[in-house]
């Protein structure tokens, strides 16, 4: 039987796979944050645009109650 090496790559070959796998693994790191970092934003421009909706929505039914408050009086 012949015996099969524990490392049967050259030093140097695993360093630069290592060096590429974590350049790799930046790269996509960076991509997630970005994706995540937009994702936040888009939700905290459309919660901004649906409350100032509501408010702007509050504002008109309060002034139509007050006004048949007092129409009524």
């Known amino acids: 039987m012949?015996?099969?090496?524990e490392n049967?790559?050259?030093e140097n070959?695993?360093?630069?796979g290592k060096a590429a796998y974590v350049k790799a693994q930046k790269k996509?790191?960076?991509?997630i944050g970005l994706g995540l970092a937009a994702f936040v934003i888009l939700?905290?421009?459309?919660?901004?645009?649906r409350m100032s909706q509501g408010i702007k929505?509050?504002?008109?039914k309060s002034a139509e109650t007050r006004a048949s408050l007092s129409a009524s009086h």
């Open 43 to 49: 939700v905290f421009f459309i919660s901004m645009a």
């Open 57 to 60: 929505s509050d504002a008109v």
């Open 13 to 16: 070959t695993l360093a630069e």
């Open 28 to 31: 996509r790191n960076l991509f």
């Open 2 to 5: 012949t015996k099969h090496p």
């Open 8 to 10: 049967p790559l050259p």
